[in-house]
DNA sequence: CGTCCGCTTGAATAGTTTCAATTGAAGTGG
DNA sequence: CCACTTCAATTGAAACTATTCAAGCGGACG
């Protein structure tokens, strides 16, 4: 197996990155086989499909969706830079979901076959995995009571928030302003939502000074507004414990 | 740490539970510091608490739910015997969803502090754990197809098709018969309805003959119909790869 | 016997979807 | 350089699904 340095990619950029850390992430890069870059609308994992890589987002975005059998579309996460993928079809054998960039994309991969053994030899790092799947649990459960139980106007305010804080973690964030390059489309498919209404929903929500978002830029004068709209909690993520 | 071998509830028993195996539960066993035994209605796993233990359900059913800032509650699923709870609380800090009995329970307690243990002596069971909460990330998946893109009639038909499918992989079915110890509130907070809506959804499913429901019982006459009807495949659960 | 809990029912209301059509911006080819 | 196409965002109106409110019923239990 190459085991190809990250020099292209300064460590100091991913330093806020959840969950790697400095020394992590400069360790799961030994495991680096190379890196793959995309345009925008490449499916490089497939429900259903086992796949023989994982991936991390190095630079641009993409979209975790679930394609239901009626032809429409269950949008499951969006993805930015520092997020791992494919660890699902590792792990269990296939994907659950598909996942597809919405912008060009640079991405590390991984061998699947290197997975046993860091958690041969590496129980640390492998602790991480089972970290970042309950971290990933945990998401899906806000998400399925958002869904549930939330109103239009929450269940955006909660989107945005969402997508604010993560990209702002990552370093992002520029003058209360995160890159937000998805379509109405995709976060309608998110939030389980008509098109329609969610066009409607966000003029309110721009109405209200809450946010603006246009040119596949996000703007958040007051996150903690936002944040009220849609329940969302402003706490840190949780750190990892020590064991 | 005590090693109480579990030899009140036979490993016959277990035999089909996902994701035990024999060889593997026996030797998860082996970490039991006890049994914990409860009535129905009690709420042992906090959202928002740390838990210096995990429970595995032996006996008795249960509920996963989060509750909202109004005071709502979203169902996560529901637990049944074999399920692993707690792994989150230990994983990650704190538990992002209550856990509740909704039957007496029996069950199997672990420590926490022997996770690390397992993580470093025990590869192949650290891989089972992380496969436990790939699973969990791929049922709450489906989940979230469900509630953002679903009619309440196909949610309805999901979650009990779903029950039933879980119930007799465990074998809990006798004569297309499975044990449904919950109420239509429980049903409704785990997919995004009313109380009245799932009242009057489970009639016309009732009423079409899909299913009985009455006296905790779940009578499924034939469960492809009500799977065709939840957009459930029938697929066995996926196996573990090797790796 | 009275209370509580879970289930059931009807009617009014509200939130969301669907349908249909328009606009503007960006890209393509003759 | 201009018609032509495409994609994303927008708007109004009609239709519908699900929610809310309100009330009643039956069984279990002390």
Redesign the pocket.
Known sequence: MARTPCTECPLRKFELFTPFTRSELAFMLSFKVGELNLDRGATFLQEGMPSPQLYTFLDGFGLRYRTLENGERQVINFAMPGDLVGLQAAIMGEMAHSVESTTPVRLCVFNRSDLWRLFENHPERAYDLTWLSAVEEHFLGEALATLGRR???QRIAWALGRVYMRLHAVGLADNKTVPMPW???DLADAL??????T??T??LLRQDGVMQWAADRLYVPDLAELARRGALELEPQPRRPLI
């Open positions: 109103t239009a106007r379509r109405q489309r389980g939502l008509s098109l329609v209404h066009n409607k966000l003029q």
